[in-house]
């Protein structure tokens, strides 16, 4: 992907001072959405958590390097392993969405444009994988 180039240490340094913020918005969004977290029972939030905290920490890396691979790698594992977790493939699209709306909203608009093409990224691929399926409604 063309526009996929690492972002400025500025805009990197900002997305680790809201990292916190942002995981904590994504999670308690993506909670929110009861018939996606249902089948986790008690244990949603936490679960929902460890994937959001990995996905912001391949994220980072992702972004510091310019280099989708680890992105990349980490989707198709998500594709094979997270169905038996009772994570749909919707699902994760749907918190890959509610992740890019929560990085636009808490970081500059300047700073937001450089991450934004990792978050389509990641949008478009897992639509791809789950053969171009239309993304849920927001």
């Given at each position: 992907?063309?526009?996929?180039?690492?972002?400025?240490?500025?805009?990197?340094?900002?997305?680790?001072?809201?990292?916190?913020?942002?995981?904590r918005l994504?999670?308690?969004?993506?909670?929110?959405?009861?018939?996606?977290?249902?089948?986790?029972?008690?244990?949603?939030?936490?679960?929902?958590?460890?994937?959001?905290?990995?996905?912001?920490?391949?994220?980072?890396?992702?972004?510091?390097?310019?280099?989708?691979?680890?992105?990349?790698?980490?989707?198709?594992?998500a594709w094979?392993?997270?169905?038996?977790?009772?994570?749909?493939?919707?699902?994760?699209?749907?918190?890959?969405?509610?992740?890019?709306?929560?990085?636009?909203?808490?970081?500059?608009?300047?700073?937001?444009?450089?991450?934004?093409?990792?978050?389509?990224?990641?949008?478009?691929?897992?639509?791809?994988?789950?053969?171009?399926?239309?993304?849920?409604?927001?």
């Amino acid at each position: 992907m063309s526009n996929i180039v690492p972002i400025s240490p500025e805009t990197l340094k900002a997305f680790q001072a809201r990292r916190a913020e942002i995981n904590r918005l994504v999670v308690a969004r993506a909670l929110e959405r009861r018939d996606e977290v249902a089948q986790h029972g008690e244990q949603a939030e936490e679960l929902i958590t460890a994937g959001i905290e990995f996905t912001t920490q391949m994220l980072e890396t992702a972004m510091q390097f310019g280099d989708i691979t680890t992105l990349d790698y980490q989707l198709a594992w998500a594709w094979d392993r997270l169905p038996h977790d009772g994570v749909a493939p919707a699902h994760l699209l749907s918190r890959f969405q509610i992740y890019a709306d929560v990085v636009a909203s808490l970081l500059p608009a300047h700073q937001a444009s450089e991450v934004t093409p990792y978050l389509d990224w990641m949008i478009a691929r897992q639509q791809e994988l789950m053969g171009g399926a239309v993304a849920p409604a927001k």
